[in-house]
């Protein structure tokens, strides 16, 4: 059974710092995976995907990278800002459509 | 606006009672998924549908329910049988195939009385 997990749970960083966030998965036989964005009492907002054939993904500040082999995948936000204070969720899809989250990781960029 | 909805925004509930929470897409997306979600866990797959008229349960279906008669449209009844029902319920729909990229609705917050 596939496991996702992120760690740490929460971090805290000055604006403007470079940060990465963690998520890693037991089995490697993934088809994509997914980096959400959730603000408190708020739904999901995809923020990248990537497929099992790519190495890494970016949008804006953001870039995604995965190691399908190590079952690793990282998140880099550069230059942080307060909105960007928010849970950071990973999710990895099999090939059934069906998806498997991590716990998420609750950053707080501090003004 | 293309999207996903999700109604109401809160519910609430008394021991015994079922209660149906809506979700509707814009989107033309095939699939779609109920999640819900605990503090301090991950999301968790409760329903989810490929196809109108047709769908599977998830990892923590006991004591719900759905149906898939439109498209457009899959509600999720939260049935007495479900022991501990309070929590964030999360709606989501995906293309079949292609990247299957999963879109969230704004989600409903459940709490039992």
């Known amino acids: 059974k596939q496991e996702v997990t992120q760690i740490p749970a929460a971090l805290s960083v000055p604006e403007g710092e470079n940060l990465v966030l963690n998520c890693s998965f037991t089995d490697s036989a993934i088809y994509n995976l997914q980096w959400f964005r959730q603000d408190p009492g708020k739904g999901l907002t995809s923020l990248l995907l990537?497929?099992?054939?790519?190495r890494e993904q970016t949008s804006g500040r953001l870039n995604a990278s995965l190691d399908k082999s190590s079952g690793r995948s990282t998140l880099y936000i550069a230059a942080s800002q307060p909105g960007d204070s928010a849970t950071y969720l990973c999710?990895?899809?099999?090939?059934?459509?069906?998806?498997?989250f991590g716990t998420g990781t609750r950053l707080t960029i501090i003004p | 606006d293309g999207g996903i909805t999700q109604s109401p925004k809160y519910l609430f509930r008394k021991e015994g009672q079922n209660v149906t929470l809506s979700c509707e897409q814009n989107?033309?997306?095939?699939?779609m998924y109920w999640y819900r979600q605990d503090p301090g866990q991950g999301l968790r797959l409760i329903y989810y549908?490929?196809?109108?008229?047709?769908?599977q349960k998830g990892d923590i279906a006991e004591g719900y329910s759905v149906s898939r008669e439109k498209k457009e449209s899959f509600p999720l009844t939260v049935t007495s049988a479900q022991k501990n029902p309070t929590a964030f319920y999360l709606c989501?729909?995906?293309?079949?195939?292609?990247?299957?990229?999963?879109?969230f609705g704004p989600g409903t917050r459940l709490t039992v009385l």
């Open positions: 989501a729909s995906s293309i079949t195939g292609g990247s299957g990229e999963q879109f």
């Open positions: 999710a990895v899809r099999h090939g059934n459509e069906k998806l498997t």
């Open positions: 989107l033309n997306h095939d699939a």
């Open positions: 990537i497929q099992s054939s790519q």
């Open positions: 549908s490929q196809i109108v008229n047709d769908f």
